[in-house]
């Protein structure tokens, strides 16, 4: 059975850090592409970043560039996700995927065929 499993969310001030983890089982995802995704209430979820199975390429949205860092474990089912600088706008329950495909880079959000079941940033003002 495949698991992605998130951690390390909470509640920090703005200006803040928090380094959030994905702990993926069941298969051997050292193929595969990995993501980050996050979806704030009422919006859509949206793409944060990605990183290619063998970390040489990432991706990250506008957004986030400069303040998040991606990468992957030594092991390569483990996913990290370094936040700094936090805003309060940054608030979202933040989802790890995993994309076993790999037909495109980055993958598309539809493309991700395996997701965790969220964890919750909140960033205070």
């Known amino acids: 059975q495949v698991q992605l499993v998130e951690s390390g969310g909470g509640l920090v001030q703005a200006g803040g850090s928090l380094r959030l983890s994905c702990a993926a089982s069941?298969?051997?995802?050292?193929?595969?592409?990995m993501g980050w995704f996050r979806q704030a209430p009422g919006k859509e979820r949206e793409s944060v970043a990605a990183?290619?199975?063998?970390?040489?390429?990432?991706y990250y949205a506008d957004s986030v560039k400069g303040r998040f860092t991606i990468s992957r474990g030594s092991t390569k089912n483990m996913v990290h996700l370094q936040m700094n600088s936090l805003k309060p706008e940054d608030t979202a329950v933040y989802y790890c995927?995993?994309?076993?495909?790999?037909?495109?880079?980055?993958?598309?959000?539809?493309?991700?065929?395996?997701w965790g079941q969220g964890t919750q940033v909140t960033v205070s003002s």
């Open positions: 069941g298969r051997t995802f050292s193929s595969y592409a």
């Open positions: 995927a995993a994309d076993a495909t790999g037909s495109r880079w980055p993958p598309q959000q539809y493309e991700y065929d395996y």
């Open positions: 990183i290619s199975w063998s970390g040489g390429n990432t």
